[in-house]
């Protein structure tokens, strides 16, 4: 999942109000080198600044690196590992936005961007979402990233866009459980077919997966022998998707395995 460039505008522009406040004026430094020379924290962050800015991207993720090892009690210190983050991910080096945001977090834990970092984090992870087909770890974790957002932050705007996002990421996530679901009903092994289809159920019962999981389990029910089981998922499915064509499949189906009736 990629962003898109307006979100990278919108996040460039809130990464300049918080930090840029507080900062002196002057001109960009020429120096960029990244080989280590000393130079004063203004005329360093500068530097870093003047690179992000041409959108050399990696090279200034590294000069805000430089801004807090060579002046780490400096208050551009922390102006710049929020900057580095922002560096990193607009560079999608994710894991170098993940390692400053959370650098920042542990030595600023109530500092008023804070937010702000949970955000970069959560973001960095949800762009490393793979298809459901792969393993799903970075999806997990950005789950619990962005949940965190919502939990520590519950009225700020990345709260807002962070439970947009965690309904993509559950949605993301039972289209795997689905997935293979659906690869052990081909190879006919029911029971655990019927484990990951129930998960859907139990775990992310408000995603577009859940009627072909109930749909999945009248089917699995029906091939291991308990019709009253499948009966039961059907019935739920009736009831809340009565008009979708997984019901109306599971309809035809149920009518297909009702019991014989003995004429009179």
């Keep these: 999942m990629t962003s898109t460039k307006s979100l990278r505008g919108a996040l460039a522009a809130a990464t300049f109000a918080l930090v840029l406040t507080g900062c002196g004026g002057g001109s960009s430094n020429e120096q960029t080198d990244l080989a280590y020379v000393a130079r004063d924290v203004e005329t360093l962050y500068n530097a870093a600044k003047e690179r992000l800015d041409r959108g050399d991207l990696a ?12 002046h780490p009690y400096s208050p551009w210190a922390r102006r710049a590992q929020l900057m580095s983050s922002f560096s990193y991910y607009a560079a999608r080096e994710y894991n170098g936005a993940i390692a400053s945001a959370s650098r920042f977090l542990s030595i600023h834990p109530g500092n008023a961007d804070a937010p702000y970092a949970y955000y970069l984090i959560a973001l960095s992870y949800y762009e490393q979402i793979s298809d459901v087909e792969r393993d ?18 519950p009225r ?17 996530l039972a289209g795997k459980e689905m997935e293979i679901g659906r690869f052990y ?15 859907v159920i139990d775990d992310y019962q408000t995603t577009s997966h859940t009627p072909e999981a109930l749909y999945r389990l009248v089917e699995t029910s029906l091939s291991i022998g308990v019709p009253e089981e499948a009966q039961r998922y059907a019935a739920v499915l009736g009831a809340n998707y009565p008009g979708s ?10 009518e297909e395995h009702q019991p014989a009736r003995v004429s009179g």
């Design 185 to 199: 009903e081909r190879t006919g092994q029911w029971l655990a077919a019927q484990l990951r289809f129930q998960n």
């Design 59 to 70: 090279v200034a993720a590294a000069l805000f690196d430089e801004v807090e090892r060579q």
């Design 245 to 254: 064509e997984w019901y109306e499949r599971a309809f035809e189906l149920m």
């Design 136 to 153: 799903q770890a970075i999806t997990r974790q950005a789950l619990t990233a962005l949940n965190e957002i919502v939990r520590r932050y």
């Design 156 to 172: 700020s705007p990345y709260a807002a866009d962070a439970r947009l996002k965690i309904d993509l990421v559950n949605d993301h």
